[in-house]
Every structure is written in structure tokens, then in C-alpha cells.
């Protein structure tokens, strides 16, 4: 919320938020880190900021250059050995707000 309204102060077009996200592995973190952040979202729009789309970072856990696998930011975890997807419970969280 504090970087949108940073941006907006300066720049008055149309704002996406993307890449946002939080590498944990304890998901519970996660869900409430996207709940926060929408609610911050939400807050936005409603003041007045022409926010028009909010992209999570990310679908997958995935590879980071300087911590390789380590990190998880991902609403799906992936199992390296098998390529196996088990969705997380952030996944259903952030499902929850599309509509």
C-alpha cells in the first residue's frame, strides 16, 4: 500500500501492481502477507488511485538467481525430483478474491 501511494504521488496514470510476493516457506506467512496486501489494494483504489490489476509473484516456486531453489514465493510448490505440483493453501486464499 505504502509503495502505490509513494507511486501515485508522482505518477497519475494507471497502476498494476506486479511481482508481489513474499519468499517463505511457511505458507501461513504467505496468506496472510496476500490478505494484507490486498486489503492495502483495496484501500487504494478506494482513495481514489487508478489501480487496475494486482499480479501475484508467483504461480510456482521457481528458480531464483542468487538463492537458486531455496526461496519459495510460489502459490504451488513443486516437488524437483518428480516435477509433482501440490497447490498451497495461499493458492485457494488468493482464489478467493478473484471474481
Known amino acids: 500500500e505504502q509503495v502505490i501511494r509513494k507511486v501515485a504521488q508522482n505518477y497519475h496514470g494507471i497502476l ?5 510476493g513474499i519468499g517463505t516457506a511457511d505458507d501461513t506467512r504467505r496468506v496472510e502477507f496476500i490478505r494484507r496486501a490486498l ?13 487496475r490489476g494486482y499480479l501475484h509473484w508467483s504461480l510456482l516456486d521457481n528458480f531464483e538467481w542468487q538463492a537458486g531453489f ?7 510448490a513443486v516437488d524437483r525430483s518428480t516435477q509433482k505440483r501440490y497447490p498451497k ?3 485457494a486464499v488468493l482464489g478467493e478474491y478473484a471474481g
Open 89 to 91: 493453501e495461499s493458492l
Open 16 to 20: 498494476l501492481v506486479t511481482e508481489n
Open 39 to 51: 486489503a492495502g489494494v483495496q484501500r487504494c483504489i478506494e482513495s481514489g488511485i487508478d489501480l
Open 70 to 76: 531455496a526461496k519459495t514465493f510460489g502459490l504451488i
